[in-house]
């Protein structure tokens, strides 16, 4: 497979017909590959999803693209806004192939088109802390049948049968481009970039009922109400307890209130 499209914006892409894990095989070979090396695969054996889950999706149905992002002018404790950076040009690029359907961001890097999810984003710190692998996952022409939860969906299924796995990366690569490359020259401040504030424009979990499943299986009922400046989602309890900055863990949306 060729990508004519992808490659106008990332010079330095690679694709494989089949591998294990794009994430892991660029983890892997991190030394030798420079900022904003790409790497495609039509096929992975062994996903990885966020919390140990497996990312499974039929050969040719979607995209599996991981991106070495090494910003060497940011501090690596600025770092935890890579995964929103890289949810939000995926939610943007999403709502570009969609654009009579309401697309957000769940926080922290879920794309949900109304309340399902069609992408999700895995990013892994390099074992030398010199950057992040950030790999996204994108049902693009999965059948009902052939997605692994009812809360999924695919472009297809919302209507759009005209994408290319071409088109729709070069559109995320694009909008990946523009958002690091803002954020970078901030020195990773993503007050100054505007990050943040796109960020909570696009984020649906904001102001909802949520169920936060923390670090160690412990459940925190709560409001979700903001996003602080290191993209910690600031939850206020049911309980009436002060408020609790999440810096990790999965989110159930519950419920308007
Ligand atoms: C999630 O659990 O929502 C995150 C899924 C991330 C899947 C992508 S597919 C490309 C890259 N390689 C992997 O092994 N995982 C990510």
């Known amino acids: 497979m060729d990508f004519p499209l992808s490659r106008q914006i990332a010079q330095d892409l690679t694709f494989v017909a089949e591998t294990g894990s794009t994430n892991a095989d660029l983890v892997a070979n991190f030394a030798n ?18 919390s140990g889950r497996d990312w499974l999706a039929p050969a040719g149905s979607s995209l599996f693209v991981s ?8 501090a690596a404790n600025r770092f935890s806004w890579i995964p929103l950076l890289a ?8 709502a570009q192939f969609l654009p009579n359907k309401k697309v957000s961001l769940k926080w922290p890097n879920d794309v949900l088109v109304e309340s399902n999810k069609v992408s999700g984003v895995l990013s892994e710190l390099l074992p030398d802390l010199s950057g992040v692998v950030v790999g996204a996952g994108l049902n693009i ?15 297809v299924i919302e209507g759009n049968s005209d994408a290319s796995i071409d088109a729709v990366l070069a559109g995320y690569l694009q909008n990946l481009k523009e958002l690091y490359e803002s954020w970078v020259s901030a020195n990773g401040d993503a007050v ?10 696009s984020c649906s979990t904001l102001g ?4 936060a499943i923390l670090p160690g299986e412990q459940e925190l009922l709560g409001k979700a109400v903001g996003i602080d400046d290191t993209g910690r ?18 989110i159930v949306h519950l419920r308007h209130n």
């Open 33 to 50: 590959a420079q900022d904003f090396s790409v790497l495609v695969a039509g096929f992975q054996t062994a996903g990885r999803g966020r």
């Open 67 to 74: 991106v070495l992002l090494k910003p060497s002018l940011v």
């Open 87 to 94: 949810g939000l040009a995926m939610a943007k690029t999403v």
């Open 141 to 155: 022409l999965q059948t009902k049948a052939e997605l692994p939860i009812e809360a999924a969906t695919s472009l």
């Open 192 to 201: 100054q970039s505007g990050l943040r504030n796109q960020v909570i424009e």
């Open 208 to 211: 909802l009922s949520v169920k």
């Open 233 to 250: 989602l600031i939850l206020q309890p049911d309980s009436g307890a002060e408020v609790v900055a999440v810096a990790a863990g999965d």
